[in-house]
């Protein structure tokens, strides 16, 4: 198993890589173009450590734009399409439920603009 220093390089490597529009190949330092999640800001990541994967959930993109699509880290990005899916959402925040061994979503915005409505959900 990776040593926490290494998740955590990890994380912030696919962060900023998201932010990008941009992946990285896991053994090497070029940058590919690849299926990826557009640049946004102001979403929620999470390790998900059963799975050992990454798991990215909505956030906020240019002119307003609200996303609601969930991504998954597994080398590279795939996209998911879950039965169900809290509704689009930026400035949320995700943590992995160790005891029931899943991911919770808490709050959020209603929407991308500095008069939001912010949400008390999970």
Not at 11 to 25: K, N
Not at 29 to 56: E, I, K, Q, Y
Request: aromatic share 10%; with cysteine.
């Amino acid at each position: 198993m990776p040593s926490l220093r290494m998740r955590v390089l990890t994380i912030l490597l696919v962060i900023f890589a998201a932010a990008q529009g941009c992946t990285l190949a896991a053994q090497t330092v070029n940058w590919l173009a690849a299926t990826t999640p557009a640049p946004r800001a102001s979403l929620g990541l999470v390790f998900d450590a059963a799975s050992h994967t990454t798991l990215m959930f909505g956030g906020a993109g240019d002119s307003g734009l609200t996303y609601g699509d969930t991504w998954i880290w597994l080398g590279g990005w795939l996209k998911l399409s879950p039965a169900t899916s809290p509704s689009a959402r930026p400035g949320h925040a995700m943590a992995y439920d160790e005891a029931a061994g899943n991911v919770v979503l808490f709050g959020g915005c209603s929407n991308n603009s500095p008069t939001c409505t912010y949400m008390n959900d999970t």
